[in-house]
């Protein structure tokens, strides 16, 4: 039973554009989402969150979107940079899922110079 | 330190051998985490500690999983007559606070990688 789903392996964008990433949830008792990076051989790094009372948190170049109604959320990169590329992992949590935080299989994001 | 500091970054280890992980999370976080990544997945959840305190262990594959946090500061996590299906990457995170609605994010270290012969 997969809760948190990532539907695209992966994702190829130009230097400077716009990266969207998008993560799928099931359990509606999510209520705090977050997104990290991954380099190879790395631990993954905490990126930004967002609670569900909130729809849209920014960090930077990095903004997170949250659709409730959809359970759906999406990661933009704007602009892109080639040292972005990486695997990004949603991941979710909510009181009724306990101590967990529940990952997303990832995305390899490749930043093209 | 600065950041979670997992020890050793990789072991080896013969089927049936006992194993050590460690787990050094930031300065003042009160929770801290341990998960499972199989190649190619996202982590997967094993057990939480607030202090030294395991609240669940839920995630625990089985009872040759055990993991302790007797001083609320390092961790470990063992596990006894190790298989194949063991192997995988193993990561700690901590946190400044997790639960009843004041989570805070999880920080991870680099992981130890398990490769079990």
């Known amino acids: 039973d997969q809760q948190v789903k990532q539907n695209s392996p992966s994702l190829s964008v130009q230097e400077g554009r716009i990266s969207i990433l998008n993560c799928d949830y099931t359990n509606s008792m999510f209520d705090y989402f977050l997104w990290y990076k991954k380099y190879p051989a790395e631990g993954p790094t905490f990126l930004i969150s967002?609670?569900?009372?909130?729809d849209k948190n920014e960090d930077g170049r990095f903004t997170v979107f949250l659709n409730k109604s959809a359970k759906h959320l999406s990661l933009h990169i704007v602009p892109s940079q080639p040292g972005d590329s990486a695997v990004y992992f949603c991941?979710?949590?909510?009181?009724?899922?306990?101590?967990?935080?529940?990952f997303g299989e990832g995305t390899q994001l490749t930043v093209n110079p | 330190g600065a950041g979670v500091s997992q020890s050793p970054r990789y072991k080896v280890a013969k089927r049936g051998q006992d194993v050590a992980l460690r787990c050094d999370p930031i300065s003042g976080h009160v929770s801290l985490f341990w998960y499972q990544q199989a190649l190619g997945q996202g982590p997967e959840f094993l057990t939480y500690?607030?202090?030294?305190?395991?609240l669940d262990k839920s995630g625990l594959p089985s009872d040759r999983f055990f993991a302790e946090r007797p001083e609320g500061s390092v961790s470990t996590l063992k596990i006894q007559r190790t298989q194949q299906e063991d192997s995988a990457v193993y990561l700690c995170a901590s946190s400044l606070a997790w639960g009843q609605g004041k989570n805070q994010p999880q920080h991870f270290g680099d992981g130890t990688r398990l490769s079990i012969l």
């Open positions: 991941a979710a949590s909510g009181e009724t899922s306990g101590s967990r935080l529940t």
């Open positions: 500690f607030q202090n030294e305190a395991q």
């Open positions: 967002i609670s569900s009372i909130k």
